[in-house]
Nanobody, 120 residues
Framework: QVQLVESGGGLVQPGGSLRLSCAAS????????MGWYRQAPGKQRELVAR???????NYADSVKGRFTISRDNVKKALYLQMNSLKPEDTAVYYC??????????????WGQGTQVTVSS
């Protein structure tokens, strides 16, 4: 059974920083594209950032220059460094990844989410 578990969320003041982590575990052969999405109350889930297995990245315009996505393929981990946080960044943040099992089947997985609240 493959699992993605996020950590690192919390309450931070505007202008502050947080680092989210996502750890993948289970019967994993390879991890392809990984990403972070977020969902604010009353809004649709939206892409924050994605990173390919080769390290190519893309970001939502709203977070460019403030957020940095990275991954550690050995540790099977995904990270999101969030700087200069704004109240509008408040949301539940979800980790997602396309993972190949040891049987070679590729499936898209999601974590349970971690709450990020930006408020004074």
């Amino acid at each position: 059974q493959v699992q993605l578990v996020e950590s690192g969320g919390g309450l931070v003041q505007p202008g502050g920083s947080l680092r989210l982590s996502c750890a993948a575990s289970g019967s994993i052969s390879n991890i392809y594209d990984m990403g972070w999405y977020r969902q604010a109350p009353g809004k649709q889930r939206e892409l924050v950032a994605r990173i390919t297995i080769g390290g190519n990245t893309n970001y939502a315009d709203s977070v460019k220059g403030r957020f940095t996505i990275s991954r550690d393929n050995v540790k099977k981990a995904l990270y999101l460094q969030m700087n200069s946080l704004k109240p509008e960044d408040t949301a539940v943040y979800y980790c997602t990844a396309d993972i190949a099992s040891t049987r070679g089947i590729i499936t898209n997985y999601w974590g349970q989410g971690t709450q990020v609240t930006v408020s004074s």
